[in-house]
């Protein structure tokens, strides 16, 4: 069964930055394309950012140059690097693993990220 945990979020002031980490167990990492989504209070979960098992990523428009997704196969690890955080950031951010395969999905916890001075 795949566990995703999440670590790293935080307060943190305007303009600042954190480093999402989400370690992935349970089953073979490569297999599974991996992507953040992040919930603020009473808003849907959206997509943040997505990289596939070979390392294409993509990324929703208003991150683009702020967040850098990234993934170590060796580590089973998947990083959500944030910079110039906004205060509309500030959200739920929940790990996402699909495997290739079947398009089976797992959650993990989610991490509480607030941008806010």
């Known amino acids: 069964q795949v566990q995703l945990v999440e670590s790293g979020g935080g307060l943190v002031q305007p303009g600042g930055s954190l480093r999402l980490s989400c370690a992935f167990s349970?089953?073979?990492?490569?297999?599974?394309?991996m992507s953040w989504y992040r919930q603020a209070p009473g808003k849907q979960r959206d997509l943040v950012a997505r990289i596939t098992g070979g390392g294409r990523t993509n990324y929703t428009d208003s991150v683009k140059g702020r967040f850098t997704i990234s993934r170590d196969n060796a580590k089973n690890t998947v990083y959500l690097q944030m910079i110039s955080l906004k205060p509309e950031d500030s959200a739920v951010y929940y790990c996402n693993a699909k495997r290739i395969i079947d398009l089976v999905s797992r959650w993990g916890q989610g991490t509480q990220v607030t941008v806010s001075s």
């Open positions: 349970g089953s073979i990492f490569s297999m599974y394309d």
